[in-house]
Antibody, heavy 120, light 108 residues
Framework: QITLKESGPTLVKPTQTLTLTCTFS??????????VGWIRQAPGKALEWLAL???????RYSPFLNNRLTVTKDTSKNQVVLTLTNMEPVDTATYYC????????????WGQGTLVTVSS | EIVLTQSPGTLSLSPGERATLSCRAS???????LAWYQQKPGQAPRLLIY???NRATDIPDRFSGSGSGTDFTLTINRLEPEDFAVYYC?????????FGLGTKVDIK
């Protein structure tokens, strides 16, 4: 059974860097075809894809976030870490991590999400 | 970037009725790389349909998807009370993947 869970701060100040951790079980990010993506959803808004990391450490990022994103993995800990620099109030959202297999952008299992508020 | 336009924005129906949701892509989706997700308040999205017409694991057969190219449809036959939710389409044809703005199916 695949599960994922996001963790990190619930409140960050403008200009700070957000670091979120996705801890997962039920699959290994060292297996060919596996991937973990990050998607966010501002309150009352639609879903927005942010980033993806593959089993082979290949990475993809949203072109709309001006190089503010970094995604890394720790296979031994079954964790993926997302950082988003220079946080702004518009980055207030629920952040989800999700599992993909073979198709990096199709997400079959999702974490519960974590709400991050950006405010001074 | 591929833009997905969902319609209608809201669909008001009664339990037992059929829901027909539309998703139109701004360019043709190779291999029909189109998925549908269901989202209930306070919950993560749940994958319903992938490849335009393939049901994901444990999805009831009252959910069906169809379409190709730029026009796709999600049909929910005989709405159950638990089906009232927001539905998003997503294209995974390439990077970046994009989502539609959603269709809310609410109780009439």
């Amino acid at each position: 059974q695949i599960t994922l869970k996001e963790s990190g701060p619930t409140l960050v100040k403008p200009t700070q860097t957000l670091t979120l951790t996705c801890t997962f079980s039920g699959f290994s990010l060292s297996r060919s075809g596996e991937g973990v993506g990050w998607i966010r959803q501002a309150p009352g808004k639609a879903l927005e894809w942010l980033a993806l990391i593959y089993w082979d450490d290949d990475k993809r990022y949203s072109p709309f976030l001006n190089n503010r994103l970094t995604v890394t993995k720790d296979t031994s800990k079954n964790q993926v870490v997302l950082t988003l620099t220079n946080m702004e109030p518009v980055d207030t959202a629920t952040y989800y991590c999700a599992h993909s297999y073979r198709s990096g952008y199709l997400y079959d299992y999702w974490g519960q999400g974590t709400l991050v508020t950006v405010s001074s | 970037e591929i833009v997905l336009t969902q319609s209608p924005g809201t669909l008001s129906l009664s339990p037992g009725e059929r829901a027909t949701l539309s998703c139109r892509a701004s360019q043709s989706l190779r291999n029909s790389y189109l998925a549908w997700y269901q989202q209930k308040p306070g919950q993560a999205p749940r994958l319903l349909i992938y490849g335009a017409s393939n049901r994901a694991t444990d999805i009831p057969d009252r959910f069906s998807g169809s379409g190709s190219g730029t026009d796709f449809t999600l049909t929910i036959n005989r709405l159950e009370p638990e089906d009232f939710a927001v539905y998003y389409c997503q294209q995974y044809n390439g990077s970046p993947p994009t989502f539609g703005l959603g269709t809310k199916v609410d109780i009439k």
